[in-house]
Nanobody, 117 residues
Framework: VQLQASGGGLVQPGGSLRLSCAAS????????MGWYRQAPGKQRVLVAS???????NYVDSVKGRFTISGDNAKNTLYLQMNSLKPEDTAVYYC????????????WGQGTQVTVSS
């Protein structure tokens, strides 16, 4: 599985961005996908995730502001980010998991999101 993330950029506080992650390869093996972020000097942390069945999960700090979704026809994962705050500044990574044996995790390259006036 290959993952290609895009959509990052510079936005003012209160603004919006939509990240995309295009998956290719053995996409039928994917059971869940997610968005992680890593701020300078900090660990990479989960922001939001979605299962193949559509169940979603968000870190508390983004609930009500971010929405994760997927388009199965396009094999693409999205993260709609609204009401952005400076503390949302980070490199965002998309992730895919296969729960088959052996368990596999795939990562896309990061996309920079900077929230600043």
């Amino acid at each position: 599985v290959q993952l290609q993330a895009s959509g990052g950029g510079l936005v003012q506080p209160g603004g919006s961005l939509r990240l995309s992650c295009a998956a290719s390869g053995s996409v039928s093996s994917i059971n869940a996908m997610g968005w992680y972020r890593q701020a300078p000097g900090k660990q990479r942390v989960l922001v939001a995730s979605i299962t193949r069945g559509g169940n979603t999960n968000y870190v508390d700090s983004v609930k009500g502001r971010f929405t994760i979704s997927g388009d199965n026809a396009k094999n693409t994962l999205y993260l709609q980010m609204n009401s952005l705050k400076p503390e949302d500044t980070a490199v965002y990574y998309c992730n895919a998991e296969s729960f088959s044996v052996p368990y596999r995790v795939y990562w896309g390259q990061g996309t920079q999101v900077t929230v600043s006036s």
